[in-house]
């Protein structure tokens, strides 16, 4: 079985760039799936005004299905392609099995089944205004959007979606503060990973 690996936190708390440095250089032997990956999709509500911070906008029975066939290594594990910009799924893409699976969002884990499907729940700790400023960032730069549509979206939807997903906090089994940096917890995981992967290595 491979080990799973939940790591959640409020949007903008570091929570991607966190999987990808953990998973760096083992690309091959760890898989990171996204919450972004199983949005249903708005239909036909204006994307403006849908809530897409909001547990109801996911398709939770299919990450429940995702994380146990990562888990048991089973095949084919089929994950949705969903595309932001038009707000829809367009295909599905077959994941491979890894012997470590990072499991990535900040809504998800507010549904007990996902967080009993994990091995471990990981939380990264951020400050909400510092979340915010890295959002809008992010969002500027990545996904074409400007200041109003970013601001207008957090104070309707993304702010109570950050308080929900700071109630996880106490059930997560380790809490990474990640202010500044979290450099040092995540060589200690990377260690950790590693030594995981060692020991699958020399079982095969």
């Known amino acids: ?9 409020i949007s903008g708390s570091g929570k991607s760039r966190l999987c990808s440095l953990l ?9 990171v799936l996204c919450q972004d990956s199983f949005y249903n999709g708005c239909g036909s509500i204006d994307p403006d005004v849908y809530n897409f ?22 095949q084919p594990n089929e994950i949705p ?11 599905y893409r077959n994941l491979d099995p890894t012997h470590v699976v990072l499991v990535e969002g900040h809504m998800m884990f507010q549904d007990p089944a996902i967080r009993d499907a994990v091995d471990y729940l990981l939380f990264v700790d951020t400050d909400m205004d510092i979340a915010i400023v890295r959002r ?11 200041v109003n549509e970013v601001t207008s979206r957090y104070m309707r939807h993304v702010r109570q ?4 997903t700071l109630e996880i906090r106490s059930k997560a089994d380790f809490v990474i503060p990640n202010n500044n940096s979290f450099t040092n917890a995540a060589n200690l995981l990377q260690y950790y990973i590693e030594s995981v992967l060692d020991r699958k290595s020399a079982k095969q």
């Open 81 to 91: 392609v969903y595309d932001h910009s038009q707000h829809k799924r367009t295909g």
């Open 1 to 9: 079985m491979a080990l799973v690996i939940g790591v959640t936190g």
């Open 136 to 146: 809008l960032k992010r969002d500027i730069a990545e996904r074409g959007r400007n």
């Open 53 to 74: 911070d909001d547990l109801s906008s996911l398709d939770v029975e299919s990450i429940k299905l995702a994380i146990h066939n990562c888990k048991n290594r089973q």
């Open 161 to 164: 979606a950050s308080l929900k």
């Open 23 to 31: 998973a760096e250089g083992h690309e091959e032997r760890i898989t």
